[in-house]
């Protein structure tokens, strides 16, 4: 939006509100648009595509675009930690 650019220097403008309720509304569709993805793709995985599901969910954590279960950890009676498998 242009004419919030413009207009930054008022800041009691209400365009600024109105851009930010575009930008809030838009991110939420994105959001959930992707959400509605993955749940349609999850109920459509069969044979061929489980490897796919499973490439897309698992991976290095460092990649935002892939999510990470972390390990677990259980602490012992004296203290130690010991990692689940």
């Known amino acids: ?3 919030t650019y413009r207009r930054r ?11 930010k309720a575009a930008w ?3 991110a939420s569709m994105i959001e ?3 959400q509605s993805h993955w749940e349609e793709f999850l109920k459509s995985v069969d044979e061929r595509t489980v490897w796919t599901a499973h490439w897309y969910v698992s991976g290095d954590p460092t990649d935002s675009g892939k999510a990470r279960v972390p390990t677990l950890r259980v602490k012992q009676m004296d203290g130690t930690m010991q990692v689940q498998k």
């Open 9 to 19: 220097p008022s800041l009691e403008d209400p365009i600024h509100h109105k851009h």
């Open 1 to 3: 939006m242009a004419w």
């Open 24 to 26: 809030v509304t838009y």
């Open 32 to 34: 959930a648009t992707k």
